[in-house]
């Protein structure tokens, strides 16, 4: 069945960099459009980033333009989310989630990302 | 796109029937609108896409409706399992958002 792990999580700096991936296994990874989706303590949900199956065409949501960075190696089936000037707002569980074009239909348990001084 | 989910909260018994609203700020193009349950602890589940089609292995007591700015999910006889947290999100204009979340909880 499919399996999403996210992995790189932890406790960083404003202004630190972390990077997160996620290793992706029961389906065939370079098919598919793939996600990273976050949730900050309490609240709802927003869609950082999308990658499509070839890597070529990329969404960023506007709160994280020009920090973050999707990347995917569909040789090792992973996924990549490379996080830059981090902010403490940017403090969530992150979600790997296979889709991206419409809905995500299966995700990951997630990785906490927590940026405090 | 802004959604707006109602109620925050519903207080329900098992096996009563739950109705949930999304109501969005401009119309869905296409009914393109997903339902998600989430349990504490856990990773989103996909319920409902296209408005209206469940997502694979979901029970059939699940069904979604509407078009245009109003969508509703309904749980036509809530098992002990059902209650949780239900988000809906439109994927008809970018970018993709998602609704504050409903809350169903036992009365």
């Known amino acids: 069945q499919v399996q999403l792990v996210e992995s790189g999580g932890g406790l960083v700096k404003p202004g630190g960099s972390l990077r997160l991936s996620c290793a992706a296994s029961?389906?065939?990874?370079?098919?598919?459009?793939m996600s990273w989706i976050r949730q900050a303590p309490g609240k709802g949900l927003e869609w950082v980033s999308h990658?499509?199956?070839?890597?070529?065409?990329?969404f960023y949501g506007d709160s994280v333009k020009g920090r973050f960075t999707i990347s995917r190696d569909n040789a090792n089936n992973s996924l990549y989310l490379q996080m830059n000037s981090l902010r403490t707002e940017d403090t969530a569980i992150y979600f790997c989630?296979?889709?991206?074009?419409?809905?995500?239909?299966?995700w990951g348990q997630g990785a906490l990302v927590t940026v405090s001084s | 796109i802004v959604l707006t989910q109602s109620p925050g909260t519903l207080s329900l018994s098992p096996g009563e029937r739950a109705t949930l609203s999304c109501r969005a700020s401009q119309t869905v193009t296409s009914s393109y609108l997903a339902w998600y349950q989430q349990k504490p602890g856990q990773a989103p589940r996909l319920l409902i896409y296209g408005a209206s089609t469940r997502a694979t292995g979901i029970p059939d007591r699940f069904s979604g409706s509407g078009s245009g700015t109003d969508f509703t999910l309904t749980i036509s006889r809530l098992e002990p399992e059902d209650f949780a947290v239900y988000f809906c999100q439109q994927y008809g204009s970018s970018p993709k958002t998602f609704g504050q979340g409903t809350k169903v909880e036992i009365k």
């Open positions: 989630a296979r889709g991206g074009y419409k809905y995500a239909n299966s």
């Open positions: 990658i499509d199956a070839s890597g070529t065409t990329i």
């Open positions: 029961g389906f065939t990874f370079s098919d598919y459009y």
